[in-house]
């Protein structure tokens, strides 16, 4: 059994800063990609960022600039540092990790989900 727990959002002004974590835990033998998607009411859940075992990232092209991705793959965690936060941010923000288990080999696992709220 995997769970990937998130933690980190909130109400923040236009502006401000906010980090989001999310740690996975269970049986895993390894994490290939781990990000984060994010989706507004009424539209479809996209991605914000994500990152590879090896460090390589992209980005959703608003973000770019404003937002920063980065995992400590000791700790089975995925950060994300998101600065110059707009209300157009606002969304409950999914973390997501591509990763290995002995029982259902690679698969797509999903987060609870953290909202976001940023207020004009």
């Known amino acids: 059994q995997v769970q990937l727990v998130e933690s980190g959002g909130g109400l923040v002004q236009a502006g401000g800063s906010l980090r989001l974590s999310c740690a996975a835990s269970?049986?895993?033998?390894?994490?290939?990609?781990m990000g984060w998607y994010r989706q507004a009411p009424g539209k479809q859940r996209d991605l914000v960022a994500r990152?590879?075992?090896?460090?390589?990232?992209n980005y959703e092209d608003s973000v770019k600039g404003r937002f920063t991705i980065s995992r400590d793959n000791a700790k089975n965690t995925v950060y994300l540092q998101m600065n110059s936060l707009k209300p157009e941010d606002t969304a409950v923000y999914y973390c997501?990790?591509?990763?290995?288990?002995?029982?259902?080999?690679?698969?797509?696992?999903w987060g609870q989900g953290t909202q976001v709220t940023v207020s004009s």
């Open positions: 269970g049986s895993i033998a390894s994490i290939n990609f």
């Open positions: 997501n990790a591509v990763l290995f288990t002995t029982f259902r080999g690679f698969d797509n696992y």
């Open positions: 990152i590879s075992s090896g460090g390589s990232t």
